[in-house]
Each structure stands twice: as C-alpha cells, then as structure tokens.
C-alpha cells in the first residue's frame, strides 16, 4: 500500500510558477512509475508528466511540454512537478499517482494503482 500527499498549489498570475511535491509512503518507492493529472471543472482528468522508477525516463503531455518539469528524488520518496510560463488554462486539481507494475501505458489513469488527494493550482489572467 502506497500513501501520498501533494503538496505546493495555489494561486497564481499568468506567466508565473509553482512548484508541486507529492511524499510518498513505503520503502519500494523507486519500483514505481509516478505520474502527474489535472482534472479541470466539467472535464476528464488528463495526463499531465511522469517519469519512470528510475528517474532516468520522462514523459509530458503536449500542452505542457517545454514549460514544465517532472523529476523524483527516490531518498526522500518524492516526486515533484516544477511548472513555469503558467496559464489560466492551467488550472485544475493536480493529481500525483503510483503504478506499481509499470507496462508503459504512463499517459492512462487506469494504468495506476495510487493517487493523491488532490491540490488546487489557479491561473489567473
């Protein structure tokens, strides 16, 4: 059983940054793939980034590429999503997960096993 919690939403303006963390529990941390989902009003939660046990693979939705960056520190069981240029269209819940048998699928929520509860970002214009 994996437990996590984001961290790092808020509020911000246009153009500007935040930076998301998610702690992990358990001791087989970087047996997993991790990945970051947003959920907007009225909308299906969409893939964001993830990034592979070993840290050494990422991967980015296109709406996000170039603008934010996923990594882990698997010492410290977290993973983190620094987000720059940020726009009003940005904003959602933001969602860490665990798959804990990664098969590739990293873009598919039904891929993972565990998620988080969930942390406001708000974009303002």
């Known amino acids: 059983q994996v437990q996590l919690v984001e961290s790092g939403g808020g509020l911000v303006q246009a153009g500007g940054s935040l930076r998301l963390s998610c702690a992990a529990s358990g001791r087989t941390f970087s047996r997993y793939a991790m990945g970051w989902f947003r959920q907007a009003p009225g909308k299906e939660r969409e893939f964001v980034a993830a990034?592979?046990?070993?840290?050494?693979?990422?991967y980015y939705a296109d709406s996000v590429k170039g603008r934010f960056t996923i990594s882990r520190d698997n010492a410290k069981n977290t993973v983190s999503l620094q987000m720059n240029s940020l726009k009003p269209e940005d904003t959602a819940v933001y969602y860490c997960?665990?798959?804990?048998?990664?098969?590739?699928?990293?873009?598919?929520?039904?891929?993972?096993?565990?998620w988080g509860q969930g942390t406001q970002v708000t974009v303002s214009s």
């Open positions: 997960a665990a798959d804990s048998r990664p098969k590739g699928a990293v873009r598919t929520p039904a891929e993972y096993d565990y």
């Open positions: 990034i592979s046990g070993s840290g050494g693979t990422t």
